[in-house]
């Protein structure tokens, strides 16, 4: 559950959505999981649109990983989805920092 400061008033209002999936770092391959949640659907419905879409699942142990260079090619809005989702993240980060001098 997320704990939240005490002065809300300052906060910006996306920060305040319990029901908004966190944004997603920028790596090079992201779990199946990861996607999902980023996503807000179940992994068993993103494994599905992965599939569908003839990306390349590769398995890493007891896990399924996607490759940012397939999503790329095979998904370019889902690519586009999270190079957006960074920008926010980092745009969030910005303004948490600055905040304090403000």
Do not use: H
């Not at 996607?66 to 980092?90: G, H, K, N, Q, T």
């Amino acid at each position: 559950m997320r704990r939240y400061k005490a002065n809300v008033a300052d906060r910006d209002p996306a920060d305040l959505d319990p029901t908004e999936p966190a944004p997603i770092e920028l790596r090079a391959f992201y779990s199946v999981p990861e996607l999902a949640k980023a996503a807000n659907v179940t992994r068993w419905k993103m494994r599905r649109l992965l599939e569908s879409c003839g990306v390349k699942l590769q398995r890493n142990g007891s896990d399924l990983v996607v490759f940012l260079s397939a999503i790329r090619d095979e998904l370019p809005d889902l690519y586009r989805s999270l190079i957006c989702a960074e920008e926010v993240r980092r745009d969030r980060l910005d303004r948490r920092r600055w905040s304090d001098y403000w």
